[in-house]
């Protein structure tokens, strides 16, 4: 009775539809328990991410008082609701700044900076990161050497990377002595745009040849050799092996280093300074509107590039593919009923036993 008993329990339980259902885990207790473990650190994010974005929000509906009352001549201190005024003066806003895209609005310059500085960087790291992790991934004398070289920048703090650039391109530094020739690199000057690219992909290049390395370090080495069996080129394996096998990887670690560049800040506040406009970010732009107490604005232009990492991040979900969460290899559950009325029924079972009736086809 008892043995009787023990197998009547590890059996999946059998429905009244005469279907048997396994327990999943919340059915089990296993999710409450999942609940509990998660629960301090989904706690730290809400506190740490979730309040302030929502204060921000709320904050880029309102303005501090400024101007005088009316009536009373007497400036009230506080803030007023304001609605979107904040997000349509970013296009009616009269104060222009001419920078690498001509004399426009601010903010609008600021945008295009930050848009422009992500899209060469990202293009030059991926470039870079590929060919670093491809050296990386050969096996010769001192590898382990030439990979502590390479990711040196990146373990260099961006404002330590900002301040020895700095000496770099200043007008008696070492870049105008290799060139031989005075250019004013950390002036308001089309060239400070190219040192900040420069830089941010000396440092942060390593960051994608790291990511790449392990896609590649994933790769069969049978895969290669059939390759150089068939006659296949070095550029032909990179193309049709390397580049498709080592996608998923790649375009993760390109998200990542768009994400970042988007909201870049110090290393152009520390290596060109405040007020150089042909570098000024949107990050830069809302901090300085910021401390200038300008708290509704600033929150405006906060939010509006906070939209566009989420806008930015959604393509590369939809468009590209990127697996953020590791993911994409689970099996897809699809549930079809077939003529029985059950799940799966006819369809299921011609499913299940393909296989083995094309091996049965091809011993014959």
Not at 6 to 18: M, R, Y
Not at 32 to 48: C, D, K, M, S, Y
Not at 68 to 73: K, L, R, V, W
Request: net charge positive; hydrophobic share 50%.
């Amino acid at each position: 009775m008892a043995t009787a008993t023990a197998e009547s329990q590890s059996l999946p339980a059998v429905q009244q539809d005469g279907h048997k259902h396994k327990k999943s885990a919340l059915s089990d207790g296993q999710g409450r328990l999942a609940w509990i473990l998660l629960a301090p650190t989904l706690l730290v994010i809400i506190v740490v991410a979730g309040i302030p974005v929502l204060l921000s929000i709320r904050e880029s509906f309102f303005q501090s008082n400024s101007a005088p009352d009316p009536t009373t001549g007497i400036i009230t201190p506080g803030e007023r609701f304001t609605g979107l005024q904040n997000f349509t003066s970013i296009f009616t806003n009269p104060d222009t700044v001419v920078g690498n895209f001509g004399t426009i609005g601010r903010f609008s310059n600021a945008f295009l900076n930050t848009t422009a500085i992500t899209i060469v960087c990202v293009i030059l790291e991926t470039v870079l990161g590929v060919a670093m992790a491809l050296i990386m991934a050969k096996a010769f004398k001192g590898r382990g050497i030439v990979r502590a070289g390479i990711l040196v920048p990146w373990a260099i703090p961006t404002i330590v990377s900002a301040l020895m650039w700095k000496l770099i391109f200043n007008e008696s530094g070492v870049m105008n002595r290799i060139i031989g020739t005075q250019i004013l690199w950390l002036a308001d000057s089309p060239a400070s745009f190219w040192a900040v690219v420069i830089a941010d992909v000396w440092k942060t290049a390593p960051f994608i040849g790291l990511l790449t390395l392990a896609g590649l370090q994933t790769i069969p080495a049978e895969v290669y050799e059939a390759a150089k069996v068939d006659g296949a080129t070095a550029w032909q394996q990179f193309v049709r092996i390397t580049l498709p096998m080592v996608k998923p990887t790649l375009v993760v670690a390109v998200l990542f280093r768009t994400l970042d560049t988007l909201r870049m800040f110090d290393l152009p506040w520390g290596m060109i300074g405040q007020g150089k406009y042909r570098v000024e970010t949107v990050s830069i732009f809302a901090y300085q509107e910021a401390t200038a107490q300008r708290y509704g604005p600033a929150a405006a232009y906060a939010i509006v590039l906070f939209i566009y990492v989420l806008l930015v991040a959604f393509l590369f979900v939809k468009v590209l593919g990127a697996d953020v969460i590791g993911d994409s290899g689970l099996p897809k559950k699809k549930k079809r009923r077939g003529r029985g009325g059950g799940v799966g029924g006819e369809d299921t079972v011609k499913a299940q036993a393909a296989p083995g009736l094309e091996m049965m086809g091809g011993a014959h």
